[in-house]
């Protein structure tokens, strides 16, 4: 649907007075009767524009003679309940006025609680029927669209509504999905400080853990400052992949936190976008975006424990024959390494004795 913008009032909403307004609404162009109303046969009612729409549609010839009284009449189907309409030559300026309708819509005018025509807005114009405003929303192709486009245009086979139902509807919808992503966002936001606090002690426990083996070993003889060297390391490799990887997740919580935020004030800008055409034209991608985006699922946060740095722990409390096997206590894998050690330290313990004598010897 192609349209144009123009100027046309718009309806104020009459709250106190609902049910007689719906009462009062063309088939048609969806909107208030306008003057005159004409009855037809099956007792339904259409504005007398509305209908000679319709008669004129479906009857081309007779609008082609440009003449409103021609040697025979039409015929049309009603639009509420498809009863044919017969026609005499005078056309729809034939069928008779409902006065009485016309002085209900006089009546609701004026103890209407609210204006009718409160304030002049802008409005998009059908560019095929360049005097019918945009006024109804095709279901089908979910687009706005007029109320001629309806009747003989393009959406004649489509389901349509109100524009104002749509209009509520998909402003709901979004402003459901910005209140989702406001609350998602701020406990995106308390992951990421809880992280934050997370990196915060793993540098806190790493820096405990440093301290207390230089402590310990600067007790123990220089055999143990290329161990101490080797061990701080490991500690700084672990610590370095640990921050590393909470790291990586506070960017990713960060970058989705900003793209929700931007979607956030993108979606309120639109919403407050006073055109309901306009807005409904770009409403339904920026409600497809809110809601793929509250559905994103972010990578899960560190196991509890993560920041401990405990099994890097050494302790001292060996005999000289056994500094160089110092490590970190890794649980009940390292028995056989253990046994090597042993062995190793047993051969290394013995051969300084059996060389010694022959070393004395010698002086």
């Not at 209407?112 to 059908?126: D, G, V, Y």
């Not at 979004?174 to 992503?181: E, K, R, T, V, Y």
């Not at 220089?222 to 990586?248: C, D, I």
């Not at 809601?291 to 005999?319: C, D, I, N, Q």
Request: one cysteine or more; hydrophobic letters at 35%.
């Amino acid at each position: 649907m192609n349209f144009t913008v123009g100027f046309k009032p718009l309806l104020g909403d009459a709250h106190s007075m609902d049910n007689l307004e719906k009462q009062l609404i063309c088939p048609i162009c969806l909107e208030m009767f306008s003057k005159p109303v004409v009855i037809l046969p099956c007792q339904h009612n259409l504005c007398r524009k509305c209908a000679n729409d319709i008669f004129q549609a479906s009857n081309p010839l007779w609008q082609s003679r440009g003449s409103t009284t021609v040697s025979s009449g039409g015929r049309f189907r009603c639009p509420s309940c498809r009863h044919e309409v017969v026609l005499d030559r005078h056309g729809v300026y034939g069928l008779q006025r409902n006065l009485l309708v016309e002085n209900i819509i006089d009546i609701y005018k004026q103890e209407s609680s609210r204006p009718l025509h409160s304030k002049a807005e802008q409005h998009l114009m059908c560019e095929e029927h360049e005097e019918e405003k945009i006024n109804i929303y095709c279901l089908s192709c979910e687009v706005p669209t007029c109320s001629l486009c309806k009747v003989f245009g393009a959406h004649k086979d489509c389901e349509v509504a109100p524009l104002p139902t749509i209009y509520k509807r998909q402003k709901s919808e979004l402003s459901d999905g910005i209140a989702m992503l406001v609350a998602g966002n701020d406990r995106v936001q308390a992951v990421i400080t809880q992280m934050e606090e997370v990196c915060q002690t793993i540098e806190d426990n790493s820096r405990r853990q440093k301290q207390l083996l230089n402590q310990r070993f600067e007790a123990l003889c220089s055999v143990l400052e290329e161990r101490k060297a080797e061990l701080l390391q490991t500690l700084a490799r672990e610590q370095e992949e640990k921050l590393q990887r909470v790291r990586g997740l506070i960017r990713q919580y960060g970058d989705h936190l900003e793209a929700s935020s931007k979607l956030v004030e993108s979606a309120i800008q639109s919403m407050e976008e006073p055109q309901m055409a306009l807005y409904l034209q770009q409403a339904k991608e920026l409600i497809n975006k809110v809601r793929a985006m509250s559905k994103v699922e972010l990578a899960g946060r560190p196991e509890p424990g993560y920041e401990s740095m405990e099994p890097f722990t050494v302790s001292v409390e060996h005999v000289a024959e056994m500094l160089r096997t110092i490590d970190f206590q890794p649980g009940a894998s390292g028995e056989e390494e253990d046994e090597e050690v042993a062995l190793d330290g047993e051969e290394g313990s013995a051969g300084p004795e059996e060389e010694r004598p022959e070393g004395t010897g010698g002086h």
